[in-house]
């Protein structure tokens, strides 16, 4: 009795989640089906596949963000691996710095970086547009991973080693494949806000380079509402198919560890 | 040893790389040039015009909303959320797993998506949109956060504690302010400096629930000064100091977690 009653608490949040989370998607989904005047349509689609400008943004905003988020790979794992290893690294306030900007305002930074270029004078544009988003997105691929190789049953490694392998194997049999879960969601945490991400690219290549999320925010902002959203249900769509596959992927390494 | 003296160096240049805006920007606010990266001399003028009064009655508005929403939405978020939070725990498994799902999601949403979809949640319903709706929007994204730090405690804690505490006679309002929230205590604190963290940091879902009445909060009063081309000077002593507020809160946070972390072990 006294448990049912306990368990009503949640009612309240279950109305508000029904209210600000479930019906507004609910709402993108109808809009973007949606012309002005309320009647069912594809044309927002059609308008998407026949304007070459705005699939043009599209298709560069995915190139973009596959450059970006393998550069932090390549820029993170080491140094999640540097991190995560005692004989180099035994203080947490080194990795609290490392995942720190990660909290820090995206316009501060990306701001800060533009000062960057500025102090330099290196010229801003699409050098400056990369450079920003690793710098950026960075601590989302080392968190992770870092993560993951924390937790490590270092056995493993000595297992590993013991029966004679090389450190250079023990890392691509046993190192590498015990942290792909780390990897696929830094994958996941850098690819979905740089592909949704709109004003760092305005702020750093002083507007000649336009993403995708800018394209979305311009139709949304001129009253564009029908197209805006269904621009953002094709967004939506990217990013749960990226969620998918890194999800299958991390579990599958997951199993393969276990194995 | 050189091994050891590359990894570090590494781990150093990174660093270094990840901080060097930011510091560019701490350097710049001591001095008055206009533009960035002209030294014209060490001075705290432009301290003294941010605090004292100078800087611009619109910039001193974004910086009270950016408070008030920030404090409002997340002493609201941890009320609602702890609340939530002891509901969940006592539902049953299969009704828990839908909740969570769908708790999740403002979570993994990219932060344009939840700003456009409130967005038309507002215009939809012909809500006009203003200080109201930024705060509805920063809960909407706040409270999920809390639910995940105050849910840890909830299974940790005895589930009998609260029938003996009704067995010795406490009123149910009692059981849960003397035993449940003090147990929840902690898990309450971190929820509260995450979602003041969040909603002073976000700018994405600000923008599009913000209306076009003139409301405006830090983030999105610095791009529109950005957008104007040249940033206005005294938000550089404004960056550094936001940035000092956020590294002091999230030290203290984190060293916490690992002080109770380490007390457990």
Known sequence: MKMTKRSQWALPYVIFLGLFVVLPLFLVLVYAFQDRSGAFTLGNFLKFFSTSEDLHTFVYSIEIAVITTLLCLLL??????????????RSSITVILFILPMWINMLIRTLATVALFDFFSAPLGEGALIFGMVYNFLPFMIYPIYNILQKMDHSYIEAAQDLGANPRTVFQKVIL??????????????????????????????????????????????????????????????????????????????????? | MIRKILCKGYLAVLLLALYAPIAIIAIFSFTEAKVLGNWTGFSTRLYQSLFMGGASASLIKAIENTLSIGLLAAAISTLLGTVSAIGIHNLTA????????????????????????????????????????????????????????????????????????????????????????????????????????????????????????????LSTYIYADARKGGLTPELRPLMTVIFLIVLILLLAFNLRTIRQSTNKR
């Not at chain 1, 993170?76 to 690294?89: D, E, F, H, K, R």
């Not at chain 2, 809960?139 to 029938?163: A, D, G, K």
């Not at chain 2, 009704?166 to 898990?187: C, E, F, M, N, Y």
């Open chain 1, 76 to 89: 993170g794992y080491p140094a999640a691996w540097i991190l995560s290893n005692p004989t180099y690294n």
């Open chain 2, 94 to 217: 299969r009704k828990r797993q839908v909740i969570t799902f769908v708790n999740n999601i403002p979570m993994l949403n990219p932060d344009i998506i939840t700003g456009i979809s409130l967005f038309l949640l507002f215009i939809a319903f012909h809500f006009s949109q203003g200080y109201l709706t930024v705060l509805l929007a920063h809960i909407t994204f706040c409270t999920p956060y809390v639910i995940l730090s105050v849910m840890p405690r909830l299974t940790q804690m005895n589930p009998n504690i609260y029938e003996a505490a009704l067995d010795l006679g406490a009123t149910p309002a009692q059981a849960v302010r003397k035993v449940i929230v003090p147990q929840l205590w902690s898990g309450m604190l971190s929820g509260f400096i995450l979602s003041f963290t969040l909603s002073i940091d976000d700018f994405a879902v600000t923008l599009f629930t913000k209306g076009n009445q003139g409301m405006e909060t």
């Open chain 1, 177 to 259: 494949p015990l942290s792909m879960p780390g990897v696929w969601s830094g994958i996941l945490m850098v690819f979905m806000p740089t592909i949704s991400t709109f004003a760092v690219a305005e702020l750093l290549t002083m507007n000649k380079v336009k993403l995708f999320g800018t394209t979305i925010q311009e139709n949304i902002n001129n009253g564009m509402w029908n197209y805006g959203a269904a621009l953002s249900l094709i967004m939506l769509v990217i990013i749960g198919l990226t969620t998918l596959i890194s999800n299958e992927k991390g579990n599958n390494a997951e199993q393969g560890g276990l194995l």
